[in-house]
């Protein structure tokens, strides 16, 4: 017999805006020390966990190593970030730039979406828009006829409301944040129906979840002195949302 899932069964997972990079050229790398330029003004903070990558056939012999690491440090006002092999760990240096991009470009980007705990809930609406295909000389009847449509663009909206904490490094605060980011490049919600984890980390194998690459519209703040105070984040897909509904 089924079992109607409550909403204790789902969560909100997100990506920053501004946390993916994935253009930069050969110049971006040192040759020598640890600094990598990024760009200015995008949305990594220290710790963030990153991947690293470059382009297949680069030549990355003495170059700061591709892979998962963390943000060491990141100046917004220049660009400039330095990363580590684990959080708060020394900054990773070079001996030798990269080599032999071609046409390709490496990248750097937040690594996975991660729990957001302070929300209270979320929702996400699909439509459909309607193309009118109605014909004339339809056959004259006692009822009038009917228009056609067939099936059009698919769309998205959604929300989460957030409660705010006193501490502005959890993802709840990153996500109220970003509303105003100029940059939201990598910016992603991760929507579980239904979560289960194994080891402390959700199962995909099994949970069933929509993850959707997302703009942040708006941010509606609610402050009274009878409930704790809360954020309705507004969002829309920037891309074609990947849907996991399935358990097999």
Sequence with gaps: MATVLSGTSGALYYKPAGTSVTTLAVGAFPASGSDITVGTFLGFKVNDPVTLAYP?????????????????????????MTVSSTAGGAALSASAAPT???????????????????????????TRSEIDVTTIGQTVSGTAPFR??????????????????????????RLIEDVIKREQNGAT?????DRILASGTPDDTTSRSIEVPVILTSASLN?????????EIAFRPSAAPTFDLSKS
């Design 100 to 126: 032999a991009f071609g046409t390709g470009t490496a990248s750097i980007s937040y690594t996975a979406a991660e729990s957001v705990g302070q929300v209270r809930e979320w929702s996400f609406e699909i």
């Design 223 to 231: 402050v009274n002195p009878d409930d704790g105070q809360s954020v």
């Design 189 to 193: 919600m991760k929507l579980y129906i």
């Design 148 to 173: 056609a449509y067939i099936p059009g663009f698919a769309d998205g909206s959604g929300s989460a409301t957030v409660y705010t904490t006193d501490d502005d490094t959890t993802l709840s605060s």
């Design 56 to 80: 297949s056939g680069a030549g990355t012999t003495g170059a700061i190593a591709a892979g998962n690491v963390f943000v060491k440090t990141y100046v917004e006002a220049t660009g400039v």
